[in-house]
Antibody
Framework: EVQLLESGGGLVQPGGSLRLSCAASGFTFSSYALSWVRQAPGKGLEWVSSISDRGGATYYADSVKGRFTISRDNSKNTLYLQMNSLRAEDTAVYYC???????????????WGKGTTVTVSS | EIVLTQSPGTLSLSPGERATLSCRASQSVSSSYLAWYQQKPGQAPRLLIYGASNRATGIPDRFSGSGSGTDFTLTISRLEPEDFAVYYCQQYGSSPFTFGPGTKVDIK
């Protein structure tokens, strides 16, 4: 079964840092681009970042550019999101998702994790 | 940035009825790189349609997508009880890859 499992969420103070992880199983991890998508409480979906299959190409939303870094370790089948200088508006459920096609610049996502919750508050 | 507008915000229908959801883009979506997702409370989104009209694996044929350029439609031919949810469109033709605000389909 194809699965994605996020971890690393929690409560952090404004200005703090957090690293999210997403462990994958059931598919050839190194053959697919991946993305992070977030959803603030009671709000809609917001694409955050995408990374190519080998990690050489990345894309970011303007709202996180310069603060968040997406990366992956294909030897561990794991995707990461390093989040620095966190703000209250970063509070959300963060989902990792696999691209349907292995094209980093075409993030249509066919497999999603259950999400991990990040709360930025003092 | 391509801004997506979905209408209506809420659609109140009965099981068995037809649902028509609209997604309009602020500029043309290249090569119909438009997807639709379904999300139920407390769950992750589920891909329904990609490329404007292609059903994802395992999606029932009562779901269909159409449109091009700036106007796209998701149609659910006959609503089943499990179809009451929020539906999002997403363009993946140009970064930033934006989502619409969603249409909630609830039971009348």
């Amino acid at each position: 079964e194809v699965q994605l499992l996020e971890s690393g969420g929690g409560l952090v103070q404004p200005g703090g840092s957090l690293r999210l992880s997403c462990a994958a199983s059931g598919f050839t991890f190194s053959s697919y681009a991946l993305s992070w998508v977030r959803q603030a409480p009671g709000k809609g979906l917001e694409w955050v970042s995408s990374i190519s299959d080998r990690g050489g190409a990345t894309y970011y939303a303007d709202s996180v550019k310069g603060r968040f870094t997406i990366s992956r370790d294909n030897s561990k089948n794991t995707l990461y999101l390093q989040m620095n200088s966190l703000r209250a508006e970063d509070t959300a459920v963060y989902y990792c998702a696999k691209h349907l096609l292995n094209i980093v610049a075409r993030p249509v996502m066919d497999v999603w994790g259950k999400g991990t919750t990040v709360t930025v508050s003092s | 940035e391509i801004v997506l507008t979905q209408s209506p915000g809420t659609l109140s229908l009965s099981p068995g009825e037809r649902a028509t959801l609209s997604c309009r883009a602020s500029q043309s979506v290249s090569s119909s790189y438009l997807a639709w997702y379904q999300q139920k409370p407390g769950q992750a989104p589920r891909l329904l349609i990609y490329g404007a009209s292609n059903r994802a694996t395992g999606i029932p044929d009562r779901f269909s997508g159409s449109g091009s350029g700036t106007d796209f439609t998701l149609t659910i031919s006959r609503l089943e009880p499990e179809d009451f949810a929020v539906y999002y469109c997403q363009q993946y033709g140009s970064s930033p890859f934006t989502f619409g605000p969603g249409t909630k389909v609830d039971i009348k």
